[in-house]
């Protein structure tokens, strides 16, 4: 029995495995290259929305900045890894600078977890709304930084971002160009799919290790009451800051990628809706559930695209011409959605386990 | 009093520009049960928080087992042996039962012995047994005051202290947990107990300090305390 069980398991991991690494493929020939862009967009989400639920979901930490820790790593590998520092520093730098992504990644990763930290320390007596407040603004200034850091030296070149950025390089090989893999041709949007795919197991192995780990069980505690956890001998000023810590990490590893990906960074990309994005994957998802959080990442990084690419010419199939705004439509319908979940599956559409027992109990209870 | 397990000198605490210790001084001796009696707002849940290291005091000495706390982090006293049962219990409510007696056991690396005090502990409090998956905060007040006082144990204390243990809890209950702080306190465990149920407090105490307004008024032997005109008075209603 136990033996068919675990050939079972081993079955659906096989299946799903195969369905992922054919992903590309699938979406190339059915919907299109540009569909093959926005999965990795996806991917990319998806990580963030893991590293924020580190501090919102294990820690309960109410993070509404989270953003700016992707804005770091991207702007990290931005900085060094163009011709953009030529810019600032002509004399230093004639060419720009031009590290190997690999050298910037566990930097910026490194930089964003002390930027995490940074804007732990003052906030280590906040909770809730205040933290939330705090941590809003505090992504908002590095936004407004990046974009006001053009004087007086140019270090960020302002609204207008950073454009030529190298891309991501595998063993030599640059993942902006197109492939031959065994007769198989792999162009460049497969080539980062497979590389962010890598990643983002990497960021779920991790989360997993951390969730079942005492700093995981020590992080929950804090969540549940801060005060006995204190009593239990938990040092919950180092470990909340090790949670912030930890998510930015996971934000700027994302942010590093992202740069590379994109080529082209901007102040732009790092506006306070984008953190809120990326709450809502957590939220709507399943707050302190893996599996919750992907699913919201997936969903919502998805979600624009298909209205972007249905809505328009649904309406001018019907009306003849474009009534409304498929941007406008799509906060309306994505406000609707998160009204509906948190109505009728208040605890994420695939909550952790807790979180359902915690509900069912209520209803049981009273 | 050098040979006390607790020693409490002129402990001053003030927060938020409110004095709510105005100078304490007391003692526990190793395996004595002492109760802190006095009505709500007396400066008693401060007292313990901050011998748990919870709040800074602003004056005086607290000295544990010879050694002076003022500087010692409320995670680092826990590791020395001194146990807080928080007001309200502070169990962690989205967390199973079994899960909270662990975190209790969050200092200690010895997983052996942790399995061996968590057999203890489910000995010592059967209910805990059936509810062993169950998230903390469906059970009952009782309940939830029973995995406190047990989860506060598996930290294998010297000193235990209890804030409050019979609030909002029925009759029966009440009486059933106070048992089982004679019980532990009878296996040798020093004991401070803070209380507003005087009576309770001084039938299963060996002495006992009276707070009021910030300072104690009163000290002495529980069956003292208990004859005594002014607690009969001003808190057992006689």
Not at chain 1, 15 to 20: C, E
Not at chain 1, 64 to 73: D, E, H
Not at chain 1, 178 to 203: C, D, K, N, R, W
Not at chain 2, 51 to 64: K, R
Request: aromatic share 8%.
């Amino acid at each position: 029995m136990k033996k068919l069980k675990f050939s079972k398991q081993h079955v659906l991991f096989s299946v799903l495995f195969v369905s992922v690494m054919l992903l590309p493929f699938a979406t190339d020939a059915l919907l299109g290259r540009g569909w093959v862009r926005i999965v990795d967009f996806a991917m990319l989400y998806i990580m963030l929305a893991l590293g924020l639920n580190i501090v919102v979901g294990y820690a309960g930490l109410l993070d509404l900045g989270y953003i700016a820790f992707f804005a770091v790593g991207a702007y990290c590998y931005a900085l060094t890894g163009s011709p953009h520092l030529a810019l600032a520093f002509p004399l230093l730098f004639p060419d720009g600078l031009h590290l190997s992504f690999w050298i910037v990644l566990p930097l910026a990763a490194l930089l964003a977890g002390g930027f995490g930290a940074l804007l732990g320390a003052p906030t280590l007596r906040l909770r809730g709304d205040y933290l939330a407040i705090v941590t809003l603004g505090f992504g908002e200034i590095i936004r407004i930084f990046m974009n006001n850091l053009n004087a007086p030296i140019n270090l960020t070149n302002g609204p207008q971002g950073i454009s030529r950025i190298d891309p991501v390089s595998v063993a030599g090989v640059a993942l902006n160009t197109t492939q031959q893999v065994f007769g198989i041709e792999l162009p460049s949007v497969h080539l980062y799919f497979y590389l962010f795919l890598s990643f983002t197991a990497l960021v779920v192995f991790v989360s997993r290790r951390l969730e079942k780990s005492r700093i995981g069980r020590a992080w929950m505690a804090i969540r549940e009451d801060e005060i006995a956890a204190s009593a239990m001998g938990i040092n919950t000023r180092n470990l909340k800051l090790l949670a912030f810590a930890m998510g930015a990490a996971f934000g700027g590893v994302s942010g590093t990628l992202f740069a590379g990906f994109q080529g082209f960074v901007s102040p732009e990309s790092f506006s306070l809706m984008e953190s809120v994005m990326v709450l809502c994957m957590v939220v709507l998802g399943g707050m302190g559930n893996i599996y919750g959080v992907i699913l919201g990442g997936l969903l919502l990084a998805l979600l624009p695209e298909v209205l972007r690419h249905s809505v328009v010419p649904l309406q001018q199939a019907l009306f003849g011409r474009i009534v409304i705004d498929p941007e406008s439509l799509r906060m309306l319908l994505f406000g609707t959605a998160l009204i509906a979940v948190m109505l009728y599956r208040p605890a994420g559409l695939w909550p952790s386990g807790v979180r359902r027992r915690e509900l069912e109990s209520d209803e049981v209870a009273p | 009093m050098s040979s006390a397990l607790l020693e409490v000198r002129g402990l001053k605490v003030a927060y938020g520009g409110i004095h709510a210790v105005k100078g304490v001084d007391f003692y526990i001796a190793p395996g004595e049960l002492v109760a802190l009696i006095g009505s709500n707002g007396a400066g008693k849940t401060t007292t313990l928080k901050t011998l748990a290291g919870l709040h800074a005091a602003s004056s005086g000495q607290i000295h544990y087992n010879g050694l002076s706390l003022l500087h010692i982090p409320a995670h680092q006293r826990v590791a020395m042996g001194m146990a807080l049962v928080p007001e309200g219990r502070g169990v962690f409510a989205r967390l199973s039962v079994a899960e909270n007696l662990l975190m209790g056991a969050y200092t200690r690396g010895d997983k052996a012995q942790i399995d061996d005090d968590l057999a203890r502990m489910y000995a010592l409090f059967p209910r805990l047994v059936e509810r062993r998956d169950q998230l903390a905060g469906t059970l009952s007040g009782g309940e939830q005051q029973m995995l406190a006082m047990a989860r506060a144990l598996m930290s294998r204390p010297r000193l235990l202290m209890l804030d409050e243990p019979s609030m909002g809890l029925a009759p029966l209950m009440v009486k059933k947990i106070f048992e089982t702080i004679k019980e532990v306190a009878a296996q040798g465990m020093s004991i401070l107990l803070v209380e507003q149920n005087a009576r309770l407090a001084l039938q299963v105490a060996s002495r006992g300090y009276v707070m009021e307004s910030g300072a104690i008024t009163l000290s002495g032997v529980s069956a003292e305390l208990l004859g005594s005109d002014a607690v009969q008075r001003a808190y057992l209603g006689g």
